[in-house]
């Protein structure tokens, strides 16, 4: 059974840091790009980052210079680190597989954690 899921969620001030893991089982882990994505209230899901499996990464606009990605195989984990958070950061974070990363682009989703997301909120 395909499972994903994102952690390590919580309240954090402005300025203020976060790191969110993704705990993937049951399929190729090293095989696929793995992607961040988050939903904020009332709004569309949108990507954030994501990582490839030759470990190049791309940010959007909004979190670049912020936020890392980083991947360990040998854990079949992924992580977000979220620094400088800002109130716009509120949202629910999801990781998936995706079938590709890079050239400023996140691929189609293969498997997803829509049902196990990490909430994260940023507020004084």
């Known amino acids: 059974e395909v499972q994903l899921q994102a952690s390590g969620g919580g309240l954090a001030q402005p300025g203020g840091s976060l790191r969110l893991s993704c705990a993937a089982s049951?399929?190729?882990?090293?095989?696929?790009?793995i992607a961040w994505f988050r939903q904020a209230p009332g709004k569309e899901r949108e990507g954030v980052s994501c990582i490839n499996i030759f470990d190049g990464t791309h940010y959007t606009a909004s979190v670049k210079d912020r936020f890392t990605v980083s991947r360990d195989n040998a854990k079949n984990t992924a992580h977000l680190q979220m620094n400088s958070l800002k109130p716009e950061d509120t949202a629910v974070y999801y990781c998936a597989a995706v079938t590709m990363c890079g050239l400023g682009a996140i691929g189609k989703v293969y498997f997803d954690s829509w049902g196990q997301g990490a909430e994260v909120t940023v507020s004084s």
């Open positions: 049951g399929f190729a882990f090293d095989a696929f790009a």
